[in-house]
């Protein structure tokens, strides 16, 4: 019998897709209205709520809480920005309050990699959890290079320590995806590079074909495929649009 899982800002179901081996989804939040249209596509019978701060509330128990929170408050560019640009909120408190009221037995949230994590950590702590952080990279599962750093947490500590033993017997996390280069499955056969320091925005992503000497867009399915997501996942909306829903999600085979 497969688990409960609760989604914190679902995105297009990245989470989802990555452990529906061994969780079906209860509920999802998402507050943008095309990716709870491809939501709604992929997983028709599914509770959804829109904006987290409103709606935490109403949710039911669940076996595992899965978060993705904005990173945008984290963002290196964003801190460059003018005085007075616009602030992302920071929206992690809510991943805790709402562990705190449901009390699932997993906890997995998943960012960039930023010191505040600490806080994220020592909120769980207190809510009498256990937790490690573990630091991977995408290019070890697919051919999209993207740094992320993933908080794990368990009610059950007995069960934690031996997910921890088996985080330590691995001095490198890489060692976590496929151990060379001909163990890994060809999403792209040439290097990906980005636009103006724009990873995976909406309209930059562009490949660099060795062998034609050319340098290319990515098309949506290619960008599809380096995150792990079937090719077509989010077809029927603009590419500019399935850009900027691919950048703000997570890459599927390094989370499962």
Known sequence: MKGRLGSLFAGIGGFELALEEWYEPEWQVENNRQCN????AKWPNRRRYGDVRWCWVDLTPIDLLAAGDPCQCRSVALRRAPKGSRKAPDLSGYVLA???RLRPRWVLRE?????????????LDTLRYRTCVVHLDGADFTACHRRRQFVVASLDHSVHRRFERLVAQHEDVRRHGPAGPKDRSLVLPCLLASDGGKQFSSDSGYVWEQE????RKLAPEERERALGFPAGWTAGFAPTRRGSM???????????
């Open 37 to 40: 249209q491809l939501l709604s």
């Open 111 to 123: 960012n960039v990699l930023s010191p505040d994590v600490v806080h994220v950590v020592a909120g």
């Open 212 to 215: 034609r000497g050319i340098l």
């Open 246 to 256: 691919l950048g703000n999600s997570v890459n599927v085979p390094c989370v499962r």
């Open 98 to 100: 709402i562990a705190d």
